[in-house]
């Protein structure tokens, strides 16, 4: 992890989470992996959340369930305010991959007050499938960090082109009316997609602003400019709505024509 990122990165937190994760599954633990903004050079104490994959053997019983989630939800009191997120996923879609990706739990601040509320109903209905999990282990086997366990190239296969690219359209494929409420990660994630469908990058968001800086419109490089600036700073996003919609419309017909 590179040093200006080590100097703002919750380290005690994250052993913490680690030690846990080693004391609820035990032997059925295979790895604790990080991934995200905080292996990419791009984590931010006041915007960034703490990403990470916990791989298991075999299934995890219930009652193991409700443990883990009670102890990482204690733990999420003290994340930066973005709080963790991650998901529980077997081996065995890990290598070789398979998509949509199943995964046996999840958690992020969004769920919260569901598992709050009813602990039980979480238990039992948060699992299934979930195809962003195939632009998480890209991420992975690109910048991960192994926090515990065995080593990235062990445990995650190689993600398929297509699979990819799916899970990564999918995650702006409303981006011409979600740009309005979340202007900053629509613009930035459409310049990342843009730039792995043109050239094969896998980047961050940063990196996928920074990119569309030196090569889209220069006519957009004031709104991604300040994306951008919003990202790695405290301030806000300050362009004007339209100005967002009309970058967020050429963007996806863009990718459209491209994946």
């Known amino acids: 992890m590179e040093q200006k990122v080590l100097e703002s990165f919750p380290l005690k937190l994250l052993s913490q989470f680690t030690e846990m994760c080693r004391n609820v599954l035990g032997e059925n633990l295979t790895g604790v992996y990080l991934h995200g903004s905080a292996v990419m050079g791009c984590f931010n104490l006041q915007k960034s959340d703490l990403d990470l994959i916990i791989v298991v053997n075999d299934t995890v019983p219930d009652a193991e369930k409700l443990e883990f989630m009670e102890k990482a939800v204690t733990l999420n009191k003290e994340a930066p ?45 948060m699992q299934g499938t979930d195809k962003d999990l195939a632009a998480h282990f890209t991420i992975i086997n690109h910048y991960g960090k192994t926090l515990f366990g065995e080593e990235i ?21 409303n981006a011409c009316t979600d740009v309005v409420s979340n202007p900053v990660y629509i613009i930035l994630n459409l310049c990342r997609v ?6 094969g990058l896998v980047l961050s ?3 996928g602003g920074q990119w569309g800086m030196d090569n889209l419109s220069a006519t957009y490089r004031p709104l991604i400019q300040n994306a951008l ?14 100005n967002a919609q009309a970058f967020a419309g050429d963007m996806a017909a863009k990718i459209e024509r491209l994946k």
Not at 114 to 120: E, G
């Open 81 to 125: 305010s973005m709080g963790f997120e991650w998901s529980v996923v077997k081996k065995g879609f890990c290598k070789p991959f398979v998509y949509p990706t199943p995964y046996e739990l999840h958690f992020s601040n969004s769920h919260l007050n569901w598992f709050q509320q009813n602990p039980t109903d979480y238990i039992q209905k």
């Open 229 to 242: 600036a919003a990202y790695t700073g405290s301030g806000e996003f300050l362009s004007p709505p339209e």
């Open 153 to 173: 190239r062990e445990v995650f296969g190689e993600v398929p082109k297509e699979d990819y690219i799916n899970s990564i359209c999918l995650d702006v494929e």
């Open 194 to 199: 843009l730039a792995y469908l043109q050239g």
């Open 205 to 207: 968001k940063k990196a």
